[in-house]
C-alpha cells in the first residue's frame, strides 16, 4: 500500500468535518430564527431564569385577560346603575309634581300609580342584567335570575297589597322575610305525633266576638320565632285558608302570628250616626244613609252582616260599592259590599276560617291502657310485636315511630318476651314491629314497658289520674307510678286537647295551662272530675295541614365574589339585588303602588306616604340625607356610593393592567436577551466556520491524494 492517508485518520478527519458542519448548521438556524437555541438544553446555564421570567409573563397576562373580562363586567354595571338612577330620579320627579297638585284627583293618582309601576318593571329588567350568562345582581347564584317582582298587572298588585288589611313590608326585614314551613320540624319523628298536621287557624284568635280582634295562626311548636312584624306570608295547600297575608305580631313565645283583618266586631241592634256609600267607579257618585234611612243597626262577625231594622234600608246600594261607618261603637271604618239584599249588607271580609282548632286533623293521639301483643310467625324473622288500643279496639299510630329498621327494641314486664329484638321493618301506621328473633304468643295488658334505640320508651297498660282540686290529668303507669318523662311533654302551654273514653265528664276538651317538669303532668282551664281511668281513655290535639310561606323578591344569595387584579391586590363584586340602594327605592315604589283608589287603603286617603317614599328614594340616591326615616334606621348604602365603588374598581383595574403591561414588556426584552443572538458575532462566525469546512474538505481530498510514489 502507497497511500499515506490511513482508515483512522480518515474517521478523525470526518468527525471533525462533521462537526464543523453541525456547527455551520446551528448558527444558521440562529441566523434565520435570531434565537439562540431552539431548545432550553442550547441555554442550559440561563434555562431557569428564562422559564421564571415566562412564567411571570404568562401569569400577567392571564391577568389581563380576567381583567378585561371583569372590566366588561364594571361597564355594564355602571351603565346599570346610571339607568336606576335616571329610573328612580324620574319617579321621584313624577312623585314631586304629585304631591304639588290635586292628591285626591283620580286622574293624578292613577297617573303616579302607573309611573311606580313602569319604575318598578324597569327596576327589575335592569337588576336582571346578564354578561356571557353571568347575572351581575345575584352574588354567587350566577346563572339564577335574581329579581321578581310577580308584577303582572298594577290591579292584580293592589288586590293582593290593599293598604288597608294587606299592606306592603315597610321594614327591609320585613321586604325581605324568607321561609316556607310545611311541617313541624320541632315534632318529627316523634311518638304519637303526626308532624304533617301543625297548625291551627283561628278566625278570632280570642274567641271575644265583642271586640275587635285578629285572626290567628298558631303552630304546635315555637316555629315563628323570627317571623318579623310586618312581612307578608303566603298560606297554600290549608283546607279553607288560602291566601296571602300580613302578618301583625308574633306572640306566644314564636308560637302563633297574628295577622291583620278585616271583620266586623258583634254590636247592637243600636242607633249608628251615619254610613257614606261610594261608587268605586264615580267616586263623585256617593249615598249617605242615617238612622232616618235605617232605623237601628245589627252588626255580625260570624256572618260578617250588617242588618238594618227597616226593610230595604239599602236597596240602591249595589255589590261592589265601598262604604264609610262613623258614629258606632266598634265598627266604625271603611267597608265594602260583597252583596246586598237591601236590608243586610254582607261585607268583604279578610279573616281566617277555624280549621284544626278542637276538630280536624290529629296532631297528637295518645291511648292510655293500651296492650302489647307478641304473634309468632311460621317463617323466620316475621313474627310481630303490636301495641293496641285498650281490649284490643285497634292499632296505636305511631308507637314505634322514632324508630327504623336496625333498631333494637328491649321489654321488660311481659310474661314471657322480656327480652331485646332487632327491628326487621315497621308497618306504615307506626303501631307494629316485625323482629328477627322468635317471640312467644302474648297478649299483655299488665304494665309491659320498652326501651330502645333513640331513647325510645314505651309504658303499656297506663291510666290517667283526673284531680279537681288541683285541675290536674295525671298520665300513670300500670302500678299508679308516675311517669318521668312522660308524653305529655308533646303538648305546649296554650294548646287544646280533647279527651275522650273515660265516660265521665271529663270527655271534653281542656286547655293546657301548665306541663310539671317531669311531663307526666298537665294542668288546665276548666272544670275537672276527680276519677281514676284505667279502661282506656284517650288524648287528641287537633290541627291542619298546610304550608305558610314568605318569599322575598330577591332569588340570589349574599356571598360576595372576590376579584384579583395581581397578586396582591383584589377588590370584592359584592353588589347583590338587595343592596340598600336598590331595596329602599323598591320598597318605595311599593307603598305608592298599592291600594287602588277611593279604597281605604288608597293612596289618595294615605297622604303620608308620598312622604315616606320621598324619603326612601331619596336615601336609595343619596348617601347623605337629611329628615327623619320614617320606618326606623335604615341600612346605608345609596347609588351615588355603589357608582363611586364600581368607578374606583374600574380604575384599579386599568391601573393594574397598564403596570402589567409595562412589566411584560421589560420580562419580553429579558426574555431577547436570553433567547436571541448577536446577528452580527452569529454572521461572522457562520462565515468563519463555512470557510473553516470548506477548508477541511479540501484538506481531506487533498490528504485522500497523497501517495508515497510521489516521492520515489
Given amino acids: ?85 335616571k329610573t328612580i330620579n324620574n319617579f321621584k ?9 290635586a292628591t285626591k284627583d283620580e286622574k293624578r293618582v292613577e297617573y303616579v300609580q302607573t309611573a311606580a309601576y313602569q319604575a318598578m318593571k324597569s327596576l327589575e329588567d335592569l337588576l336582571n342584567t346578564d354578561v356571557d350568562g353571568r347575572y351581575l345582581f345575584a352574588g354567587g347564584r350566577l346563572n339564577t335570575e335574581p329579581v321578581d317582582f ?23 326585614s320585613s321586604s325581605l322575610e324568607r321561609f316556607s314551613f310545611s311541617e313541624d320540624k320541632n315534632n318529627k319523628n316523634r311518638q304519637f305525633i303526626d308532624a304533617s298536621n301543625f297548625l291551627i287557624f283561628r278566625q278570632d284568635y280570642d274567641g271575644v266576638t265583642t271586640n275587635g280582634g285578629n285572626s290567628s295562626i298558631t303552630a ?24 296571602t297575608y300580613t302578618v301583625e305580631n308574633v306572640t306566644d313565645s314564636g308560637r302563633t302570628i297574628r295577622i291583620k283583618t278585616k271583620m266586623l266586631t258583634d254590636e247592637g241592634p243600636g242607633s249608628i250616626g251615619t254610613i257614606t256609600f261610594r261608587d268605586p267607579n264615580d267616586f263623585n257618585n256617593t249615598i249617605t244613609k242615617t238612622g232616618v234611612d235605617f232605623g237601628n243597626l245589627q252588626f255580625t262577625r260570624s256572618t260578617d252582616t250588617i242588618t238594618a231594622s227597616t226593610t230595604n234600608a239599602f236597596s240602591a246600594i249595589p255589590a261592589g260599592w265601598k262604604f264609610t261607618i262613623a258614629g258606632s261603637t266598634s265598627n266604625d271604618g271603611d267597608y265594602t259590599v260583597d252583596t246586598n239584599d237591601g236590608t243586610n249588607i254582607v261585607i268583604k271580609d279578610t279573616k281566617l276560617t277555624n280549621e284544626g282548632f278542637n276538630a280536624g286533623n290529629t296532631f297528637f293521639d295518645y291511648h292510655s291502657g293500651s296492650q302489647v301483643v307478641f304473634t309468632p310467625n311460621a317463617g323466620s324473622n316475621d313474627d310481630t310485636i303490636a301495641i293496641q288500643q285498650f281490649g284490643g279496639g285497634g292499632a296505636v299510630p305511631n308507637a314505634f315511630k322514632n324508630l327504623s329498621a336496625g333498631d333494637t327494641v328491649t321489654f321488660a314486664g311481659t310474661g314471657s318476651n322480656n327480652a331485646t329484638y332487632t327491628i326487621n321493618a315497621i308497618s306504615s301506621d307506626g303501631s307494629t314491629i316485625t323482629v328477627n328473633e322468635t317471640v312467644a304468643l302474648e297478649t299483655d295488658s299488665n304494665g309491659a314497658t320498652a326501651t330502645g334505640t333513640n331513647s325510645f320508651k314505651y309504658n303499656a297498660g297506663t291510666q290517667m289520674l283526673f284531680t279537681a282540686a288541683s285541675n290536674t290529668i295525671q298520665i300513670r303507669d300500670s302500678a299508679g307510678g308516675v311517669i318521668n318523662g312522660g308524653i305529655v311533654g308533646n303538648l305546649a302551654v296554650g294548646m287544646t286537647f280533647t279527651v275522650s273514653g273515660t265516660g265521665t265528664a271529663n270527655d271534653t276538651t281542656f286547655t293546657v295551662s301548665a306541663i310539671d317538669n317531669t311531663t307526666s303532668t298537665i294542668t288546665v282551664t276548666g272544670g275537672v272530675v276527680d276519677h281514676t281511668d284505667l279502661d282506656g281513655a284517650r288524648i287528641r290535639s287537633f290541627a291542619a295541614a298546610g304550608t305558610i310561606a314568605a318569599t322575598p323578591y330577591y332569588d340570589g344569595d349574599e356571598l360576595s365574589l372576590t376579584h384579583r387584579t395581581d397578586d396582591d391586590h383584589d377588590f ?23 291600594g287602588d283608589y277611593g279604597s281605604e287603603g288608597g293612596l289618595d286617603q294615605h297622604y303620608e306616604r308620598i312622604g315616606q317614599a320621598k324619603y326612601l328614594l331619596e336615601a336609595s340616591i343619596e348617601d347623605t340625607i337629611s329628615g327623619t326615616p320614617p320606618f326606623g334606621t335604615e341600612q346605608i348604602g345609596s347609588l351615588e356610593a355603589l357608582q363611586q365603588t364600581v368607578g374606583f374598581h374600574e380604575s384599579s383595574i386599568n391601573t393594574q393592567t397598564a403596570l402589567h403591561k409595562t412589566f411584560i414588556g421589560y420580562l419580553e426584552k429579558a426574555v431577547s436577551n436570553v433567547e436571541n443572538t448577536d446577528q452580527l458575532a452569529s454572521v461572522t462566525r457562520l462565515l468563519d466556520q463555512s470557510r473553516a469546512l470548506e477548508a477541511s474538505y479540501q484538506a481531506f481530498s487533498r490528504i485522500r491524494q497523497l501517495s508515497l510514489s510521489n516521492f520515489l
Fill in 1 to 85: 500500500m502507497s497511500r499515506i492517508s490511513s482508515f483512522s485518520a480518515n474517521t478523525t478527519l470526518i468527525n471533525q468535518m462533521l462537526r464543523t458542519q453541525l456547527d455551520v448548521f446551528d448558527l444558521q438556524t440562529q441566523v434565520s430564527t435570531q434565537k439562540r437555541s431552539q431548545d432550553y438544553k442550547g441555554i442550559s446555564l440561563e434555562s431557569q431564569r428564562l422559564v421564571n421570567i415566562e412564567n411571570t409573563r404568562t401569569q400577567l397576562q392571564r391577568y389581563i385577560s380576567n381583567n378585561s373580562q371583569q372590566e366588561v363586567r364594571l361597564n355594564i354595571t355602571s351603565e346599570v346603575l346610571e339607568g336606576l338612577r
Fill in 220 to 243: 304546635t311548636s315555637a316555629m315563628f320565632s323570627n317571623v318579623q312584624a310586618g312581612s307578608t306570608i303566603t298560606v297554600t295547600n290549608s283546607g279553607s285558608n288560602n291566601g
Fill in 93 to 101: 320627579k313624577d312623585l314631586s309634581t304629585y304631591e304639588s297638585g
Fill in 150 to 172: 310577580q308584577l303582572s298587572t298594577l290591579s292584580s298588585f293592589q288586590s293582593t297589597f290593599d293598604g288597608a288589611v294587606n299592606a306592603v313590608a315597610t321594614t327591609r
Fill in 572 to 594: 370584592e363584586a359584592n353588589i347583590t339585588a338587595i343592596h340598600p340602594a336598590f331595596e329602599k327605592a323598591i320598597r318605595a315604589l311599593k307603598i305608592i303602588m298599592q
